[in-house]
């Protein structure tokens, strides 16, 4: 079968699958719409991998309908796979397919419509992964969009899941409807919507402040969806009302997607006027401060679902650090990072999912000492939160390690090893108390005003966890595992980071055909002395954390500061508007003075 097929396959299946399983539901048992609905995903499961091992050799050029380049015009969509691109789209397969296996016992009273729109979700970010027209990046991004929206205030009885379904679709619509209208400067300018002709176009035009503004209005719809401060408010509100098998998706998947675009624009699109310089301390200084900021808020929840998302804007944050360094080993780092952080958040996740069908609430105070007995979740609680740390050999220590070797920087490197103790030291804090019972009863005037005691049951377990969502979770997890142990992994990432980078391939192969030139094989994609005691040190850092929370509770002297970096989180959808329009203000001043 000729490769060319397999990425429109990606998007076709899960469309096609929605359909049929709107069709059926009038008449067809739940237990049918399941099995449609996992079968889809397993169907595209198969053919991402598929593609991801075709694009061991090469990259993966498809013209929609036919229509290729000639003398160098183009009127087709094209979609281009290489290892990156194909690696996101199957981990947003495999990822549906553990969310749709886990909501196949979890929801009570779930729809046809909730495995449709997660299926359109999926499709949403298979064609984001793939496509290199800068037109269809932002229709696939606003299919996710629509969807993500839907699926996380679907429980339309509540009005905390539609103001949280209310303020995501606000403010990420917003800075999807900027990135328009920095994609239509662009087509001004150039005449072009793929990705390889806008950046052939702009090296004959250099940078100036049309294309400059146009940048930076492109990059505020992508860094929005990747939840980059000032454009980080959205997430956590989202994640703590949406259900949690789709918290799954948003935290490994969809936000680290915002990541992957930019790069791919800024390096293909503006690769050739952007100095790298300048796409470097920015960046950096982005991620830096996302990063902090994450870790400091995961730190002062008791609401864990809330607790899970700021820490994943803590780690996108460390993405964004080890994709600035633009090496093809901060590349591979950075996406051996997602994978393994997909893996454990989103077992994470479906373990506070499991405590609040079988608990009722997802609050650390009121679940003190509630989960002494909850046998095999007991356990892996905490071995997810001490991965989350970094714990070796988990994916999410190797991508950690080589993305600090990356940096280069002593500094950074201590920033890697900070953050990421503390994001895993503030979960396993939580599973001392909850499942071990650990330090004294805590009291309730806490700093995090959000408790999670109000938060309803999608599903009621109180015995005993189901097989299907003990399967998801171990899978999820035994995937984090997988990504640091198996070598193949890493060789496929470390060469497809060259690739990704190799900007003049990109438009030579997409363009004219031509044929790639062989790239010398990446080193240091693997674990070492230094990699391993960094992890170690990460989490024993994190066990300390987790041991001063438990016993000695957040010192006094830090109240004030950290009330009023809590308070900035208001909640209010005007409120993070008004920060996203001072984000667009300082990205634009931050390239314009660098």
């Known amino acids: 079968m000729d490769p060319a097929w397999l990425p429109p396959l990606g998007i076709a299946v899960p469309l096609l699958g929605s359909c049929v399983l709107l069709a059926v539901a009038r008449f067809a048992p739940r237990v049918v719409t399941d099995v449609i609905a996992i079968a889809t995903a397993l169907i595209s499961t198969a053919a991402m991998a598929g593609l991801l091992v075709a694009t061991t050799s090469n990259r993966v050029v498809t013209w929609a309908g036919g229509w290729t380049p000639t003398q160098n015009l183009t009127v087709g969509i094209v979609l281009q796979a290489d290892q990156i691109g194909a690696g996101f789209a199957l981990l947003a397969c495999v990822l549906t ?37 800068l ?36 403010v990420t619509s917003l800075g999807a409807y900027f990135m328009l209208a920095g994609i239509g400067i662009l087509y001004a300018r150039t005449g072009r919507l793929g990705m390889p002709q806008i950046g052939s ?37 989202a994640h703590a009302v949406a259900p949690t098998p789709v918290c799954v998706l948003f935290s490994g998947v969809m936000a680290p997607l915002g990541i992957y675009g930019t790069m791919r624009v800024t390096t ?51 993405f964004l650090v080890g994709m600035a360094t633009l090496t093809a080993n901060g590349v591979a780092g950075s996406v051996v990072y997602v994978l393994g952080h997909a893996g454990v958040k ?36 905490p071995l997810a939160a001490l991965a989350l740390a970094g714990l070796p050999p988990f994916g999410t220590g190797l991508g950690k390690a080589i993305s600090e070797e990356a940096t280069g920087s002593p500094w950074l490197i201590g ?16 599973s001392l108390r909850i499942h071990f019972g650990l330090g004294p009863q805590p ?31 171990l899978v999820l997890l035994t995937g984090g595992l997988l990504v640091g142990v198996l070598p193949v992994i890493s060789r496929i990432i470390g060469d497809g980071a060259q690739r990704f980078l190799d900007r003049q391939g990109f438009i030579e192969q997409t363009l004219y055909s031509y044929e790639p030139v062989r790239l010398a094989e990446l080193s240091h994609v693997e674990w070492n002395w230094a990699a391993v005691l960094l992890g170690l ?8 954390i987790a041991l001063i929370g438990v016993f000695r509770g957040v010192p006094q002297w830090l109240d004030k500061p950290l009330h009023v970096v809590h308070r900035l989180h208001s909640g209010h959808v005007g409120d993070y508007v008004a920060w996203l329009v001072l984000g667009i203000a300082a990205l634009a001043a931050l390239f314009s003075l660098s």
């Open 537 to 544: 040190l990460s989490v024993l850092l994190a066990v300390a």
């Open 97 to 133: 397919v553990c969310a749709l296996i886990y909501t196949w016992r979890y929801f009570e009273d779930a729809g046809a419509h909730v495995p449709v729109l997660i299926l359109l979700f999926m499709a949403g970010m298979t064609g984001f992964s793939l496509t290199a027209d």
């Open 135 to 170: 037109f269809n990046l932002f229709v696939f991004l606003e299919l996710m969009g629509a969807t993500a929206y839907a699926l996380t205030g679907h429980k339309i009885e509540e009005p905390r899941s539609v103001q949280g379904g209310f303020t995501f679709g606000v």
């Open 201 to 237: 176009a702009l090296d004959g035009h250099g940078m100036d402040a049309l294309v400059l503004l146009a940048m930076v209005l492109v990059l505020t719809g992508l860094l929005v969806k990747a939840a980059i401060v000032p454009f980080h408010f959205w997430l956590a509100d």
């Open 415 to 430: 920033t890697f090893v900070l953050v990421s103790a503390a994001t895993g030291g503030a979960v396993l804090r939580a």
């Open 443 to 473: 009291y309730e005037a806490d700093r995090d005003t959000t408790s999670g005691d109000d938060e309803k049951p999608e599903g009621r377990f109180p015995h005993r966890t189901p097989a299907t969502m003990l399967t998801a979770i």
């Open 268 to 318: 293909t699109v503006f690769g050739g006027v952007l100095p790298p310089s300048t796409l470097h301390h920015t960046l950096v200084l982005l991620g830096v401060v996302t990063a902090v900021l994450g870790a400091v808020l995961s730190l002062i929840q008791r609401h864990l679902k809330r607790m899970l998302a700021y820490s994943t804007i803590a780690h996108l944050g460390l």
């Open 346 to 381: 989103g077992a994470l996740f479906l373990l506070v999912g499991a405590l609040l069908a079988r608990k009722g609430n997802v609050d650390e105070i009121s679940l003190y000492r509630q989960g002494t007995n909850d046998g095999l979740t007991r356990w892996l609680f």
